[in-house]
């Protein structure tokens, strides 16, 4: 061939590849949009008002969420739980309830982001929602597209009413449609760890999935569930996160310290950190454990590796969870119903000289001696600490 046919082959093989590539690519896939590269953080109504949801709800969180710092601590989601939707159109689309949303969700979602928020919304792979409003079987594309049109940013879908249908089969419907969506949507996994979601929730285009039943706003609950997450660590990495539920921080029904131990918990565990309490009326404590910069910090790790318990005994535990640095988190964890001295050895994560050891609860510098820090935990309380190398 001569130099002049191959050069024209070059090019004309050069723009059926670029050109094809064109074609054949869908839009962004969800893997590629790179979302929730650390664990999503914001707030959901479900926890504090169940069905009691409106616009005026949600557009004073949103404002309550900028004006208590929760934002600039990077709370960012402003997530509407069950109950916002009524019935089908004709043509089968959601519809909000006119009388609790009367602006509708698209003007709502623009009140979101003109905070520098993010609105998220709720939905059910089944027929009904959990409280039997409709569900997104045989709509699911449907229903992302709706909410993609009214510029949604978050979806949390539930699993109520669902008998008979394969978890991860009907949420990869979902995956796939929020793939090729027109706009770049989280993607909730809730069936609260029917069929171990943290083995198929990554591979369907979850960005997180639950784990566990519901939370409530009591001691034993939440540490039932939180305690319970040791060994999940292997499935969580950024994009794809384990999530033991909600936040009841706030809610009234456990003192400052088992809260503590609910944050340091779910930091430790790269958890979504969704608070589920009343952000209009928060108390100086509630503020202070929800936006403890330090522990979010933790939270937030870039590394995105879950944390992970290493030594048991009679209600005390320890965990630890590594970090970016090189350094770690460590929870030493008292469940027991007194107050008790916990130590912590510190050759368990190979940093036997630490240049730092930080309390994260009381923002200060704390020491080791003899190669352990040691530390009086108060009953159903937490040390939380984080050790420099
Ligand atoms: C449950 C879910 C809760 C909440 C509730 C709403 O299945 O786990 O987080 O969404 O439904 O009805």
Redesign the pocket.
């Known amino acids: 061939m001569t130099t002049r046919w191959s050069k024209i082959l070059a090019v004309l093989l050069g723009f059926l590849t670029s050109s094809s590539i064109l074609w054949i690519q869908p839009k962004a896939a969800a893997s590629d949009r790179a979302l929730a590269q650390t664990p999503p953080m914001g707030w959901?109504s479900?926890n504090k008002f169940?069905c009691d949801v409106s616009e005026k709800l949600i557009r004073e969180t949103a404002d309550a969420m900028v004006s208590s710092g929760m934002k600039a601590v990077g709370y960012e989601f402003v997530n509407i739980?069950?109950?916002w939707q009524v019935s089908r159109a004709a043509d089968g689309t959601i519809v909000a309830d006119p009388e609790r949303f009367p602006g509708g969700i698209k003007a709502l979602a623009e009140y979101v982001h003109s905070k520098g928020l993010k609105l998220g919304i709720?939905t059910d792979a089944g027929r009904m929602?959990?409280?039997k409003r409709p569900g997104s079987y045989e709509h699911e594309v449907q229903d992302i597209n709706t909410y993609a049109a009214w510029d949604v940013d978050y979806v949390?879908i539930?699993?109520?009413f669902a008998e008979g249908l394969d978890p991860e089969v009907q949420y990869k419907k979902f995956g796939d449609a929020i793939a090729r969506a027109s706009r770049p949507i989280v993607f909730s996994i809730?069936n609260?760890g029917v069929k171990a979601p943290w083995r198929w929730g990554a591979r369907v285009g979850g960005n997180s999935w639950?784990t566990t039943?519901?939370i409530n706003d009591t001691y034993d609950r939440m540490s039932l569930i939180g305690f319970s997450q040791s060994g999940l660590a292997e499935f969580s990495s950024p994009g794809h996160w384990n999530d033991p539920?909600?936040l009841e921080v706030g809610n009234g029904g456990m003192t400052r310290d088992q809260y503590r131990t609910h944050m340091a918990l779910w930091a430790i565990l790269a958890a979504p950190l969704l608070a589920g309490n009343d952000l209009r009326s928060m108390t100086a404590e509630t503020k202070e454990l929800l936006t403890n910069s330090e522990v979010i910090a933790i939270d937030q790790d870039p590394k995105g590796k879950q944390g992970h318990r290493v030594w048991e005994e009679g209600g005390l535990e320890t965990w630890v969870r590594p970090l970016a640095d090189g350094g770690y988190a460590v929870g030493l964890f008292n469940r027991s119903g007194q107050a008790i001295q916990m130590s912590f050895d510190l050759k368990k994560i190979g940093i036997e000289h630490p240049s730092k050891i930080r309390d994260l609860w009381e923002h200060k510098d704390v020491s080791a001696e003899n190669g352990a820090y040691a530390a009086d935990v108060p009953r159903f309380g937490v040390k939380f600490v984080r050790v420099y190398k």
């Open positions: 959901n479900w169940a739980d069950d109950c709720y929602t959990c409280q949390k539930d699993w109520c809730c609260w639950r039943d519901d539920d909600m």
